[in-house]
């Protein structure tokens, strides 16, 4: 067993990703996983003396970074109202830290630790990964530049090959402007938590403040580079021509099928060069496949408007079976049917569902809390269980592991967002494992009926004729609006009682969500919670009907009124 704490700093022991061990076990290991999970117990002490160091802008500077458990921040001065946040030589303090912890984690001598580094298409990318390896090589351990790659691959680096590396590092910062970049931490345990993330960054901040604030001393390294993304399409390829199974032509099995993708000048485009081309697919049409970190074309991110508009025209215009849409990194995607259709968010999460629950009936399939009713009724009646946890991919990738571990199967994970988890893939979010899985079901529906597609896979879906998201903000961050939030909604759950339409509905993980009976036997359902990082209510309403999700709010709104604090010009419009 790995070690199970990461020591630094005085009196520190801060939680490792021992719990995702489950990644490596496989689906039939219930009496593993509850071993394993008595084995792992999670435990964080934050002594005093830390508590005072944290209160030193060295400590800020490094804390303010983290983003759950990874590390995001502003890379390039390229907005005068946006300061870089994340320093140069804060990134090479934290990938040196990294090495340490990896060191610790694997119960390694540091000059046996090997890391790997990727990045996605971001102007600030090579640069950072340059200095993340020289700062990595300055530890004694080493590190390899995969350049050009995806953030699932550096995850498999940990697992595939004749020597996997101890850790990976990916370089990216997901949809998020051009400005932008961050850091994502892995082991064969899978992403780091947290907690994990948190340990990373003190024990920097610790090292630079040693030094009184200086710079880590290091030199440029000559750094080994590898074409892992080689390795991990052929592990892609190999998946689809063995569930393909082609009697004709087992090494081409995609031969007559048209399939595009649409990359956005982000990291996804070898999906055509090295899988799909690979395999025989016609992928005419295929769009923004040169990596560009200024992204000139739209953001790429499948819950983008402009991206699946844009696929879904390139998908008519080329007669294509399938579009598939990346984000930066891949590990999101969405998918566009030979209609036309966009097939994301409860659309896709109906489809993989659909695939899933023909493997394993009853499983539990985990989503995020804002997924619709009919969803849950279309999961029910291919045989599953839907379980709608809180938002935030890790909490909807965490919460499918917590469920395996107590012996309640679950076999996918998923986000509205696109991230997407099977337990027969490491519960690892991967945007192009969760295409390849469409592909394979996309030919096996093309050899029952050559006139049908992955639209076969939604029907049945009971979809609202309205959904609208409004982010309400507060008019001041310089006060505990987590605590203001709080009261607000326990109010809410009060006030509902009164409202005859309103029904609160029992089994909910975060804010209060309640049913709306609509006319003429119809329902739709709002969502008020508090942000899980930003000062701000997310309100999700969806309506059967059309003009419904404003009589939603208009029940609502004298409510949000009595809070002052409340910025409520985003409903103005409403």
Not at 291 to 302: K, Y
Not at 474 to 493: P, T, V
Request: include cysteine; proline fraction near 3%.
């Amino acid at each position: 067993m790995e070690g199970l704490g990461f020591v630094v700093g005085a009196g520190r022991v801060v939680e490792n990703q021992s719990v995702r061990a489950i990644r490596r076990l496989g689906p039939d290991s219930g009496a593993q996983l509850h071993a394993l999970a008595r084995r792992c117990r999670l435990v964080m002490k934050v002594s005093s003396v830390e508590r005072d160091r944290a209160k030193s802008s060295v400590v800020d500077a490094f804390i303010k970074v983290q983003n759950g458990s990874d590390v995001r921040g502003v890379a390039m001065d390229t907005f005068p109202e946006e300061p870089v946040t994340l320093k140069k030589e804060y990134v090479a303090e934290i990938a040196s830290s990294f090495a340490r912890w990896v060191a610790t984690v694997k119960g390694k001598d540091i000059r046996d630790v090997r890391i790997s580094l990727g990045r996605d298409s971001r102007l600030s990318g090579p640069e950072l990964l340059q200095i993340s390896a020289d700062a990595i090589s300055s530890t004694g351990a080493s590190a390899t530049d995969f350049e050009l790659a995806t953030t699932p691959a550096m995850f498999m680096s940990t697992i595939l090959g004749e020597v996997p590396f101890d850790g990976a590092i990916m370089l990216t910062a997901s949809h998020l402007p051009k400005n932008r970049n961050g850091l994502k931490f892995f082991t064969s345990q899978g992403g780091t938590g947290k907690a994990d993330v948190k340990a990373i960054l003190l024990d920097a901040a610790d090292a630079m403040d040693a030094r009184g604030g200086e710079s880590i001393p290091y030199s440029e390294a000559t750094i080994e580079k590898q074409d892992f993304m080689a390795t991990y399409s052929e592990h892609l390829v190999n998946i689809i021509r063995r569930e393909c199974n082609d009697p004709d032509d087992y090494d081409r099995p995609l031969t007559g099928t048209k399939i595009l993708v649409d990359a956005g000048n982000g990291a996804g485009g070898f999906f055509v060069h090295r899988v799909l081309n690979e395999l025989g697919a016609d992928t005419t049409g295929s769009q923004f496949l040169d990596p560009d970190g200024s992204f000139p074309n739209h953001v790429p991110n499948p819950e983008d408007k402009i991206a699946m508009k844009m696929t879904s025209e390139a998908v008519i215009e080329n007669t294509a079976d399938l579009g598939v849409v990346f984000d930066t990194d891949v590990d999101r995607s969405g998918v566009v049917d030979a209609q036309g259709n966009e097939v994301n968010k409860n659309r896709l999460i109906a489809v993989v569902a659909s695939i899933v629950l023909q493997e394993h009936q009853g499983t539990t399939i985990v989503t995020d809390s804002v997924t619709s009713n009919g969803l849950s009724a279309f999961i029910e009646s291919k045989g599953g269980v839907h379980f709608r946890f809180k938002r935030g991919y890790k909490n909807v990738i965490d919460q499918g592991i917590e469920l395996n571990i107590k012996g309640q199967d679950s076999q996918l994970s998923i986000e509205t967002s696109g991230h997407g988890a099977m337990k027969e893939n490491y519960m690892l979010d991967d945007g192009a494992y969760l295409a390849v899985k469409i592909i394979i079901e996309l030919v096996r529906i093309k050899r029952r009926n050559s006139e049908q597609g992955v639209e076969v896979l939604y029907e049945g879906l009971g979809e609202p004729k309205e959904a609208v998201e409004h982010r309400i903000k507060f008019k001041s961050s310089e006060f505990d609006f987590k605590s203001y939030g709080s009261k607000l909604l326990a109010d809410l759950a009060e006030y509902g009682k009164g409202v005859s339409e309103w029904e609160l509905e029992k089994v909910n993980y975060e804010g209060f969500r309640f049913s709306v009976a609509e006319e003429g036997g119809k329902a739709g359902w709002f969502l008020l919670r508090q942000s899980l990082h930003d000062p701000l209510l997310p309100l999700n309403i969806e309506s059967e009907m059309e003009g419904g999700t404003q009589a939603i709010l208009s029940t609502l709104k004298p409510f949000l009124e009595r809070y002052s604090e409340l910025d409520l010009s985003v409903l103005s419009d409403a």
